[in-house]
Structure formats: structure tokens, C-alpha cells
């Protein structure tokens, strides 16, 4: 009887420790998660008001929504898929600018169209013609080593989740040929499926046997196995990346390294999302949403589960630093295709080619796109990124000079007004009471005029762990 | 049973010596765009003047039978100290491709992009190196062409100074910020402590602001500031960028760090070749042969490795038509480095060119070769691996494998032996 009782109480409570483990987070903190995740940008202090003061219920949902499919968040969606099919003008992918451009344009209308995963995936993967007209055709131009052995590898790395092959799949790839045109650096990719072969057999990475027909296009048999709803693991890699992407660690981690001995950390939450989203016939934004609308997502950072900070990508930092200081890099193209320079406050999101690059970029771990592995971004922090953020004087001059932060100044009567306008902006949050203590003491202290104090505090929170991670 | 034992003792050496490492640093004066080689160390001045250009005389140097161009007086005065490379070939003419195989010593095209040569002694010096500077340092900055680090990945990149140093206070990035003194640094450093309270990797993050801070007030800011020179050093040097970067260039190397990229633009001269000449070779010529006659006296020479050269050479013919009136093309056929220090010997010239300087007459030397001796003397198995987070062990110098590409290591020009098994 007592053991009973007992037994009945832990069971009581049970679910009282469970909540416990993850508390929902704050409407601040989701909004500046949010904005950050979906478009790699922070929100303004306006977008921060309006919605801390918007009362609704389903603000979290409706936001949600509306950002998934903003520019900014296509945008930034595009930047990911870039990354891991190697976008870039010059070497290893060498597509040059015509056909980063248009690789880029293709992916972009796609997420704009919100093409189920399945079709994309079949239009990359059965794309042929010029590199210059057709932006699919780039997945292939775009290898070095042109063999059908690598070009499966590949395709096995980015849909499947590891380089492994078997012994002939390659062969539905081997009738890829290329030609050049008189346009310097146009290539066609065509199919040769007249390709003297024998009658064909191959066996792919779950057993299934492909019969190759001749004079056909033998891409389209390996096609239509993969994306079929029965290839789990085609569903389960593009949900854990799509987890990879919005939390920097996958439920199958590394998300480039699917092996037996690689097991999900959560291998019901895996099979829940996957069966929902060949149930949404690979809706990639209802599958993003999903993942938004997640305890997980909307919890604060807990030791045991909740949301795990991340420290922003090298993008990210690098806009949110422009955004702040209102100071832009101008980016420039160096391929001389035509030399490019980009439109004036262009976001390093939205460059588009791994060719173009800046210092700050690469201090901050921009992804090169040599490889198709989601773990060539390394978002670990290091002493030399802390350097340039406590001491650069490029960085010093882009803050004193800050027209944004002038405008503050002039715009406020005291230093309480100019802490929450910075905070805001910065932190996408108003400043606390302490906070504002601490200023204070800081001018006082230092006998500081109140311009070196806005300055001070715009540098300090820039350099602050909360400016510097998504948390 | 004497013998026995000396034979072993003499073994050991032989092998430590091998292996052993000679040089301690090296210095790269890289000149980005391509300087032309003719109007620099392999001078053409019988070829008339559709070739040798406005540059018809040339200067004898102090080693018998050397001559190099005319615009080069002060090298010319201690060609005992460095050799000439005149033989070198990559046969790519485009900048992004010349560059990567003068820098990584791999030729572009295959699947996996190489890191350069500075990062690859950065990643073997990991261990051994102390010191509070960054391994591998760039005066300005490098090339931002392609990815420096390669596939060893962002760690092993150059540090980038930035800043001006032929002004009057070099803002070194990160180092030196006019702006603020050490007093109103730590106000700054105390209110973000006081401010921060998320949890974020906070351990991590304090420590590295520590280290950074001590960088940033201790012996670092003494070595990159220049005031610290007498003004008639600096003048040697020349008060021109490339004249003040090689001189933070040796305070660097005297400071222990392993790899300084001086890098200097501006050599892609298609028009106006000439005119831009008059006034760059003088500013070459005096910052190089300053560095070398400096590092000499200071007795550095000898652990310290220079290298000067840039991405290809130009074209020995000189356009005359329009529209380049006068300009050199890129020419990756035949080109030529300079080498000086760190176990290269001086006074020699390897390989040659043919009459008009358009084809190598004479031991060719791919990138791959100058780049493996590089590594040989630094102490680093040219014929070694790298780690590639997904291919594995990689060889570190390709090329040097394939002997279609490869011309052998430059055992001519070193103090260290070529071992029988190598071929």
C-alpha cells in the first residue's frame, strides 16, 4: 500500500520535473531567436515593440510565418543551400559568376515557390543544358573531378548523408558528358544515352535493385528511388539538416556523417518529424515551422534539453555589426566576368558566392563551399575574433563614426534614453534597471561626456556574449 | 668495433640532418600581379628593344657573370647573398590559378583546394611554436583570393595586420587603436564584466579576452611599433608601404614568428609598364636588399628564408600597340623568384631561360619544387600528409609526387644533402 502511494507520487510529479527542464522563453527572446534563425538578421527596434506589445496568442505562429517567407528569409534559406552545393565562382567549383548567378536564381525560385524537396531535388538532380541558361545544370558543371564515382558521392553526401557508395551506382551518372560552347565558359551538360552499355544492373545502398534500361536516362531510375516516400533516410536527412540548420547541432550529429553507429540523440523525435513530413508531401516551410513551433525551440537554455546557444555565423555577425554601426562593407567580385561591385549595403547573407569575401568574413569562419559538408562552418569562438571585436580600430572608427549612433545622441536628453535605444538595437531588448546603474556608474567613474559613454556602451554590448550568440 | 661506431654516430647525424630544421622563419615579399622577371633578375638586353623595353642596360652584381636589371643597383651589390631562380614554371597565366600554385604548390583543378604554404608550417608549428604572436602574419594582408587556410580550415590562416606602416602610427588590427589608451581599455573591459550574465561558453570567452589583453599592452605592441627603429633604419628601408612592411617584417622574424607574408600590389602592369616600373623597382630594390643586408648583420640571415616573387612573370615581348602602349602581359611559362637565407645559398642562379626569356632553357622548377624545399628547411617532410576532414591523409605537396610535375626538390641550392633513396 505505502509502496503503491509512493509509486503514485513520483508519478505525480514526474511530469512536474519534466516542465521544469525546459521553461517557454520570453517574447523577446524569441523574436531576436526567430529573426536570427530565419533570415540571419536582427530585427529592428520597431519589428521589437511591435511585438512585445502585440497581445495576439498566435503572435509566435504568425511571425513565424511571415518571415519564412520574406525576402530576407528566402534569402538566407538560399545562403544555406549555397553552402552545401558549393556556390562559388572560382575553384573548386569554378561556375563563374554567369552561373553562380544563375545556380542562385534557380534555388531562389524554388524556396520562393516553396517546391516540395522531392521535385527540387529531382529538378537538380535531372537538370541538363547550358550552365549560363540553366541553373540546375550547375550541380554538375560545378564538380572537379567530373567521374561518375564522385558525382554519386556526392549526391549520397547531400541526400543521404555520407560519401559511402555502392559497388556500381555510379553507372546512373555515367552518361553525364560535357561540351564547351564559343561563349567563354558556357558549358552544356548533356545526357549520351545512346552510350554503347551493356543491359544493366545496379544496386544501391538499401539492396534495391535498378534495371537500366538502354537508351534512356538512367538518372531518372536512381531519381525516382531516391525522393520516393519509402526512402526514409532521403526524408530523415533533410530533416535533420533543416534541425542542423535552425539549432547548429542535429539530432543525427555530425548531420554529413549517417552511420549505424551514429545514432539520433532523439530517435522518436526523428521519426515523428519525418513521417510528418512525408505526410506534408516535403513541404520544406512546414517542415521549418514544425521546428520553430517546437518546446525546443521556444524554451530557454537549459543544462538538460532547452535551446542551445549558438554563436551566430560569420554572415550574421558581420551584418548584425553593419546594422548596429549603420557602416557597410562594400563587396566587390575580383573575377573579371564582368569585375562586380555590389550594390551598396548589401548583406554578406546575400552575396551569393563563396568567391566573394571580405577580412571580417573570413575571421569569422565564412564557409569556403570546397565541400558539401554542413561541418566546414566552424562556429567556434577564438581569441583572434575576440581581438578584432575588443580592439579593432577598423571596427572603433565604424562605431565613433556610426551615423545611427549619432542620431541617437542628438535624439536623447539623457543616458537612460540612449542605453534603451542601443539596447534595442543591439539586443533587441530594452535595458534593464541594473543596466542603466552601471552606465552611469561607468560615466561617472571615468568622467566620460556622454558621446564616449554611448560609444563605450555600444562597443561593450557588440562585444557582449549576447550580441555574439544566437541564445 | 671503432669503426662500427663511428659509422653510427656518422648515421644518426647524416639522418638528424636530413630532417633537421635549418631555417626558423621565412619571409615572403610576394609581389601581387606579377612582376615582369626581365626587367628584374633575368634581364634580356641584346634581345633589342621590343623586348628589353625602355631597360637597356643592366646592372653587374658583385658575383662574376651575374647580371640583373638596371633599376636593381642596391641588390646588385650582394648577390653573394641570394640566388636566383630563373627557371620557374606553372604555365598558368590567369591570377587566381597562378597564384594558388605559387602559394600552395598544388595545381588548381583537382577536387580539394590546398591551404598555403603559410598555413601548412602554421599547422605544423602548432605544437612547437610558443611564441604570443600569430605563426603565419601578413603585412598588409593576404590574398584574399582564395581560401588561405584550404582544407586545414580557418585556424591556420594568416593573422592580417592591416593598418599603414609607412605612416605615423601603424594601427596593427586588433593591437593598436589610437582611440584608446590602456586606461580606458580596462574601464571598458570592467563594465562589459560587470554586464555580462549569460553563461555562453563564458569561461572560454574570459580567458581568451585575458590572453588577448595581455597581447594586446604587452611585448607585441613594442615589436610592431616602428618608432622603436632609429630613423636612419627606416630610411634604409624606404618610407614607402612595401620598404616599412618588410622592416615589421624583420622585427617579426627577430620576435620568433615562423612565416611573415609581405605582400605588395600593383605589379599587374598591362599599360603603363614602364612608367610604374621607374618608380616600384627603386622602392623593391631598396626595401629588399635593406631586409637582406639587415638580416645579415644581425646575424638572422642564416635562420631565415626570404622568397620574392609574385604569382608569374610578365611577358619578355612588351606590347607596344594599343591598347596596353607599352604593358607586359601575365606569363606563366618562364619566371623567376628570388631566394635568400635560411640554408639557401647565395651567389648562384638556377636554371635559365632561352634567348628571348619566353621558355625555360634549364632545370625547370615547378611551384611545387621551390615550395617542398621551403618546407625541407623548416624542417617538414615535403613528402609528408595532411589531415582532410573527409578524404584523410593527404600528401602535403601533391605535385611533388608526379614526376611530370615536379623537377625535384632545389638540392642545388641548399646546404642539405639530397639522401640516396630520394630520386
Known amino acids: 500500500m505505502k509502496r503503491t502511494f509512493l509509486i503514485l507520487i513520483v508519478a505525480l510529479l514526474f511530469p512536474l520535473v519534466q516542465a521544469t527542464a525546459s521553461v517557454r522563453c520570453s517574447d523577446e527572446v524569441f523574436l531576436r531567436r526567430a529573426y536570427l534563425t530565419i533570415t540571419g538578421a536582427l530585427p529592428t527596434p520597431n519589428q521589437c515593440t511591435a511585438f512585445i506589445d502585440d497581445q495576439s496568442a498566435d503572435k509566435r505562429e504568425v511571425l513565424i510565418d511571415k518571415l519564412i517567407q520574406s525576402e530576407l528569409g528566402l534569402k538566407y534559406m538560399q545562403m544555406r543551400w549555397g553552402d552545401i552545393l558549393r556556390i562559388k565562382s572560382e575553384f573548386p567549383s569554378n561556375l563563374w559568376p554567369n552561373g553562380v548567378q544563375a545556380y542562385n536564381r534557380w534555388i531562389y525560385e524554388q524556396l520562393m515557390n516553396n517546391v516540395p524537396y522531392d521535385k527540387m531535388v529531382q529538378r537538380l538532380l535531372l537538370s541538363s543544358g547550358s550552365n549560363f541558361r540553366s541553373g540546375a545544370a550547375n550541380f554538375y558543371r560545378g564538380f572537379q573531378k567530373r567521374t561518375s564515382k564522385n558525382i554519386y558521392a556526392n549526391i549520397n553526401l547531400l541526400f543521404l548523408g555520407n560519401r559511402e557508395c555502392t559497388d556500381n551506382g555510379n553507372l546512373c551518372f555515367s552518361q553525364i558528358k560535357y561540351k564547351s560552347t564559343k561563349e567563354w565558359k558556357e558549358e552544356i551538360v548533356y545526357l549520351d544515352i545512346h552510350k554503347k552499355q551493356p543491359y544493366q544492373d545496379v544496386v544501391l545502398e538499401d539492396g534495391t535493385k535498378l534495371y537500366l534500361r538502354a537508351d534512356s536516362d538512367w538518372r531518372t531510375t536512381y531519381v525516382e528511388w531516391l525522393t520516393s516516400p519509402s526512402n526514409r533516410r532521403f526524408a530523415e536527412v533533410m530533416v535533420n539538416r533543416m534541425w542542423y540548420w535552425v539549432f547548429g547541432r542535429g539530432i543525427v550529429h555530425e548531420p554529413d556523417n549517417w552511420h549505424p553507429d551514429n545514432k539520433p540523440s532523439n530517435p522518436a523525435m526523428l521519426k515523428n518529424l519525418t513521417d510528418r513530413f512525408i505526410d506534408s508531401k516535403f513541404d520544406l516551410r512546414a517542415l521549418m515551422k514544425m521546428i520553430l513551433l517546437s518546446e525546443q525551440f521556444n524554451s530557454l537554455p537549459a543544462p538538460d534539453g532547452g535551446y542551445l546557444p549558438q554563436r551566430l555565423p560569420a554572415e550574421?555577425?558581420?551584418?548584425?555589426?553593419?546594422?548596429?554601426?549603420?557602416?557597410?562593407?562594400?563587396?566587390?567580385?575580383?573575377?573579371?566576368?564582368?569585375?562586380?561591385?555590389?550594390?551598396?549595403?548589401?548583406?554578406?547573407?546575400?552575396?551569393?558566392?563563396?568567391?566573394?569575401?571580405?577580412?571580417?568574413?573570413?575571421?569569422?569562419?565564412?564557409?569556403?563551399?570546397?565541400?558539401?559538408?554542413?561541418?566546414?562552418?566552424?562556429?567556434?569562438?577564438?581569441?583572434?575574433?575576440?581581438?578584432?571585436?575588443?580592439?579593432?580600430?577598423?571596427?572603433?572608427?565604424?562605431?565613433?563614426?556610426?551615423?545611427?549612433?549619432?542620431?541617437?545622441?542628438?535624439?536623447?536628453?539623457?543616458?537612460?534614453?540612449?542605453?534603451?535605444?542601443?539596447?534595442?538595437?543591439?539586443?533587441?531588448?530594452?535595458?534593464?534597471?541594473?543596466?542603466?546603474?552601471?552606465?552611469?556608474?561607468?560615466?561617472?567613474?571615468?568622467?566620460?561626456?556622454?558621446?564616449?559613454?554611448?560609444i563605450d556602451i555600444m562597443w561593450m554590448q557588440i562585444n557582449s556574449n549576447e550580441f555574439l550568440y544566437n541564445h | 668495433m671503432r669503426r662500427i661506431y663511428l659509422t653510427i654516430v656518422l648515421l644518426v647525424a647524416l639522418c638528424y640532418g636530413a630532417y633537421a630544421q635549418r631555417a626558423k622563419s621565412v619571409i615572403l615579399v610576394y609581389l601581387d600581379g606579377g612582376p615582369a622577371q626581365t626587367d628584374t633578375f633575368d634581364p634580356k638586353p641584346e634581345m633589342g628593344r621590343n623586348y628589353h623595353g625602355n631597360y637597356k642596360g643592366v646592372c653587374q652584381t658583385n658575383v662574376e657573370g651575374v647580371v640583373i636589371g638596371e633599376k636593381l643597383p642596391l641588390l646588385a651589390t650582394m648577390a653573394d647573398k641570394y640566388t636566383l631562380i630563373r627557371s620557374l614554371t606553372h604555365g598558368s597565366n590567369a591570377h587566381e590559378t597562378g597564384h594558388y600554385a605559387m602559394i600552395t604548390g598544388d595545381s588548381s583543378g583537382g577536387a580539394v583546394v590546398y591551404p598555403s604554404f603559410g598555413a601548412v608550417i602554421s599547422y605544423m608549428m602548432k605544437d612547437s611554436y610558443k611564441g604570443i604572436l600569430p605563426c603565419y602574419i601578413s603585412v598588409t594582408s593576404a590574398n584574399s583570393r582564395f581560401n588561405e587556410g584550404g582544407f586545414l580550415g580557418n585556424a591556420y590562416k594568416s593573422f592580417d595586420t592591416g593598418g599603414k606602416p609607412e605612416s605615423k602610427e601603424y594601427e596593427v588590427e586588433g593591437v593598436v587603436n589610437k582611440h584608446i589608451d590602456r586606461k580606458r581599455m580596462d574601464s571598458r573591459m570592467s563594465l562589459l564584466r560587470s554586464f555580462e550574465s549569460l553563461e555562453m561558453d563564458k569561461d572560454v570567452i574570459d580567458s581568451l579576452r585575458d590572453i588577448n589583453m595581455e597581447f594586446i599592452w604587452g611585448e607585441s605592441r613594442e615589436i610592431f611599433d616602428l618608432n622603436n627603429e632609429p630613423d636612419s633604419v627606416r630610411q634604409r628601408y624606404g618610407k614607402s608601404r612595401l620598404g616599412q612592411s618588410c622592416l615589421v617584417a624583420r622585427r617579426l622574424v627577430e620576435a620568433g614568428v615562423p612565416f611573415v607574408n609581405v605582400r605588395t600590389t600593383g605589379w599587374d602592369t598591362h599599360k603603363k609598364h614602364f612608367q610604374k616600373m621607374n618608380s616600384m623597382l627603386p622602392d623593391l630594390d631598396r626595401a629588399l636588399s635593406a631586409l637582406i643586408s639587415d638580416l645579415d648583420s644581425r646575424g638572422l640571415l642564416d635562420s631565415t628564408i626570404i622568397l620574392c616573387g609574385g604569382e608569374f612573370g610578365r611577358s619578355p615581348k612588351v606590347l607596344w600597340?594599343?591598347?596596353?602602349?607599352?604593358?607586359?602581359?601575365?606569363?606563366?611559362?618562364?619566371?623567376?623568384?628570388?631566394?635568400?637565407?635560411?640554408?639557401?645559398?647565395?651567389?648562384?642562379?638556377?636554371g635559365a631561360t632561352d634567348k628571348t626569356g619566353e621558355k625555360v632553357a634549364k632545370r625547370p622548377v615547378s611551384p611545387c619544387d621551390l615550395i617542398g624545399t621551403v618546407y625541407l628547411l623548416m624542417g617538414i617532410d615535403p613528402y609528408g600528409t595532411l589531415p582532410h576532414v573527409s578524404e584523410g591523409e593527404l600528401p602535403i605537396l601533391p605535385s611533388l609526387l608526379d614526376s611530370k610535375k615536379s623537377h625535384g626538390l632545389l638540392y642545388e641550392i641548399i646546404d642539405l644533402k639530397k639522401p640516396d633513396n630520394e630520386k
Not at chain 1, 316 to 339: H, K, L, M, N, Q
Not at chain 1, 369 to 386: A, H, K
Not at chain 2, 331 to 350: P, R, T
Open chain 1, 316 to 454: 550574421v555577425i558581420v551584418d548584425a555589426i553593419a546594422t548596429v554601426t549603420g557602416t557597410w562593407s562594400t563587396y566587390t567580385s575580383r573575377v573579371p566576368e564582368p569585375f562586380t561591385v555590389y550594390p551598396p549595403r548589401t548583406r554578406s547573407t546575400h552575396l551569393g558566392d563563396a568567391t566573394v569575401s571580405s577580412s571580417e568574413l573570413e575571421l569569422f569562419g565564412k564557409v569556403s563551399r570546397d565541400v558539401s559538408l554542413e561541418s566546414q562552418r566552424n562556429n567556434t569562438i577564438t581569441s583572434r575574433q575576440l581581438l578584432y571585436l575588443m580592439n579593432s580600430s577598423v571596427l572603433e572608427n565604424n562605431i565613433r563614426r556610426s551615423p545611427v549612433l549619432q542620431r541617437i545622441y542628438i535624439d536623447s536628453p539623457d543616458i537612460e534614453t540612449i542605453a534603451n535605444k542601443i539596447t534595442l538595437l543591439t539586443l533587441s531588448r530594452r535595458a534593464t534597471r541594473s543596466e542603466i546603474d552601471i552606465y552611469k556608474k561607468h560615466m561617472d567613474k571615468n568622467q566620460l561626456p556622454l558621446m564616449e559613454v554611448a
Open chain 2, 321 to 350: 600597340e594599343a591598347p596596353w602602349n607599352g604593358g607586359r602581359a601575365h606569363f606563366g611559362a618562364a619566371f623567376s623568384y628570388l631566394v635568400a637565407g635560411g640554408g639557401f645559398h647565395g651567389g648562384k642562379v638556377l
